[in-house]
Antibody, heavy 122, light 112 residues
């Protein structure tokens, strides 16, 4: 059974860079056809897609966050990462990592991590 | 890229049916048959319930069904059960240039 687990700093100061990692177990992150996404949810609010990386290494980002986001993959550790720069209080959210299913060209998010809360505060 | 519009809440009694709408534009919902629906219980990660407008992943009860007309997609829960009480989010592929996704505003389903 595939499992995803987020980890990283739970508290980040304004203007600094948020860094999170998603460890994948029960399957290979290098398997063809999958995409690996980051999605966030501010407290009490809705979901926002941040971006994803394909098994090929290609990355695609939410246009509203594109200038601040970097998603990368470490195949040797079977994990992928998120960096979000110049954070503000508006970036406070639960951050989820998720897998995009190969069952459709739209890559719906079929496996999710449990989520990790990141608070931006001085 | 604006969030897709969903009603804030819907409710129904056990055994009844409820329908949640998800309205977007021709650039997202109306432009592709790539709408998915997610169920989220409090404090939990979302769960995929429907993809490609009307397809159900293995293990999802057939009480859940999806459809689309123009720029509006819908999720119908038939034979409502207590465990269906949750937040529901639609999501659409949103661009052949940006390869991006947009989520809906979310709907709270209450089982009376």
């Amino acid at each position: 059974q595939l499992q995803l687990q987020e980890s990283g700093s739970g508290l980040v100061k304004p203007s600094q860079t948020l860094s999170l990692t998603c460890a994948v177990s029960g399957g290979s992150i290098s398997s063809g056809g999958y995409s690996w996404s980051w999605i966030r949810q501010p407290p009490g609010k809705g979901l926002e897609w941040i971006g994803y990386i394909y098994h090929s290494g290609s990355t695609y980002y939410n246009p509203s966050l594109k200038s601040r986001v970097t998603i990368s993959v470490d195949r040797s550790k079977n994990q992928f990462s998120l960096k979000l720069s110049s954070v503000t209080a508006a970036d406070t959210a639960v951050y989820y990592c998720a897998r995009g299913s190969p069952d459709s060209s739209s890559s719906p998010f079929d496996y999710w991590g449990q989520g990790t809360l990141v608070t931006v505060s001085s | 890229q604006s969030a897709l519009t969903q009603p804030r809440s819907v409710s129904g009694s056990p055994g009844q049916s409820v329908t949640i709408s998800c309205t977007g534009t021709s650039s997202d919902v109306g432009g592709y048959n790539y709408v998915s629906w997610y169920q989220q219980h409090p404090g939990k990660a979302p769960k995929l319930m429907i993809y490609d407008v009307s397809k159900r992943p293995s293990g999802v009860p057939d009480r859940f069904s999806g459809s689309k007309s123009g720029n509006t997609a819908s999720l119908t829960i038939s034979g409502l059960q207590a465990e269906d009480e949750a937040d529901y989010y639609c999501c659409s592929y949103a661009g052949s240039y940006t390869f991006s996704y947009v989520f809906g505003t979310g709907t709270k389903v209450t089982v009376l």
